[in-house]
């Protein structure tokens, strides 16, 4: 079986070749081909002559590239993130094109680096870290607060949402707000009190978090209202995807002070930033420059997945997905 691997690094490539030598120690069965590039119109011709694509976070799945795949013979498209948003789902059932997923690697790791940024942010560790280092001990502007007996409201609360929640709860201490359509009762048993209205969660907490997929519904979820919503000073967290919140919106809450401190992972426009080395280049994203410009926002370039054991699990359930396709025609997990 050919598989076409889109956006890989070194890394994903480490682990994926693991994983196939694992399930295929002759290497002749499965044939991987690693593309650096993106999958996008322009790059979805390099699948040719492959049955099954293998696509990332920001990678372009929409119908022109779908139907530009289908043209070519592929018949699955494996994801290597939990995420789907950016697969056009309408146009690959219409193909009869199927779509698989990972759709747990290791919620651990993104709630440990969701804790990391917030740790950081509150106790200004990114500032006091380069002060160290010039010879200045000076602690004026590094005062944090005590998370023990804070209120954290926590956005979506399936498998992310729940290793947060366990950390900051039963770990730090913090009463713990939940919003979710479904209720988790992991959530409930460790105390958690889910209230009725996202302007209830964001009224009561000190710290918000979002871990809550991108959809119609949590596009821009965080916009002007709410923030202006939000306790005056208090910190949000995104580490779920970058549309949820209106970059744009955050940048006027932290001119105010209304916003204490943000936390990214994700960004919006992220496709044209994240996952490659740009040092040498003018940034041309207008808006992110602005959120580098604040001393209490911290961004990191979605990397709240990356553990080894992320890769290991992303790598071994992507195998699986296509041992799965090709025993019974639909991967081991299907999206939808
Ligand atoms: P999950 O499916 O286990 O949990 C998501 C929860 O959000 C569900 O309980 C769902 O009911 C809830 N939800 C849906 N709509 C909502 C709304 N409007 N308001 C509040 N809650 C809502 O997903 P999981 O594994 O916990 O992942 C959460 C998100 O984290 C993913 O959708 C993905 O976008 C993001 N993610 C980020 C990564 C990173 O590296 N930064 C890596 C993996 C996932």
Redesign the pocket.
């Known amino acids: 079986m050919n598989l076409t691997i889109f956006s890989t690094r070194p890394y994903d490539r480490e682990f994926l070749e693991r994983a196939r030598l694992a399930a295929d120690p002759g290497g002749t069965h499965y044939h991987f081909t690693y593309l650096d590039a993106g999958l996008d119109l322009n790059t979805a011709a390099t699948a040719a002559g492959a049955q099954a694509v293998c696509a990332f976070?920001n990678d372009r799945l929409d119908a022109p590239v779908l139907e530009r795949l289908h043209q070519l013979g592929v018949r699955l498209v494996v994801l290597r993130?939990?995420?789907f948003?950016q697969v056009d789902l309408a146009a690959a059932a219409r193909l009869g094109l199927q779509v698989g997923r990972v759709?747990?690697?290791s919620?651990h790791?993104?709630a440990e680096?969701?804790v990391a940024l917030l740790l950081t942010l509150n106790r200004k560790i990114h500032r006091a870290h380069a002060r160290v280092r010039e010879g200045n001990f000076a602690l004026d502007g590094l005062l944090g607060f005590d998370l023990h007996g804070r209120t954290v409201g926590v956005?979506?609360?399936?498998?992310?949402?729940?290793?947060f929640a366990r950390i900051l709860g039963p770990g730090f201490g913090c009463r713990l707000l939940g919003?979710?359509?479904?209720p988790?009762p992991a959530c409930e048993a460790m105390g958690m009190r889910y209230v009725a209205s996202?302007a209830e969660l964001l009224a009561a907490s000190d710290v918000v978090s979002?871990?809550?997929?991108?959809?119609p519904?949590?596009k821009h979820?965080i916009d002007a209202a709410a923030m202006a919503g939000m306790k005056r000073g208090a910190v949000l967290l995104n580490?779920?995807?970058g549309a949820?919140v209106d970059a744009g919106a955050a940048i006027a809450a932290l001119k105010t002070g209304q916003l204490g401190g943000l936390g990214l992972?994700?960004y919006e426009e992220e496709g044209s930033l994240f996952f490659r080395d740009l040092s040498a280049e003018a940034l041309q994203d207008d808006v992110f420059a602005r959120l580098l410009t604040f001393p209490n926002v911290l961004i990191t370039g979605?990397?709240?997945?990356?553990t080894a054991d992320?890769l290991s699990a992303i790598a071994d359930t992507t195998m699986a997905n296509l041992q799965s396709f090709e025993r019974t025609g639909r991967p081991l997990h299907p999206v939808p």
Request: with cysteine; glycine share 10%.
């Open positions: 976070v993130c939990a995420g948003n759709p747990e690697y919620p790791a993104v680096h969701t956005v979506g609360t399936g498998k992310i949402g729940e290793c919003l979710d359509p479904q988790n996202l979002l871990h809550c997929p991108l959809t519904q949590t979820l580490t779920s995807r949820v992972d994700v979605h990397q709240g997945f990356f992320a």
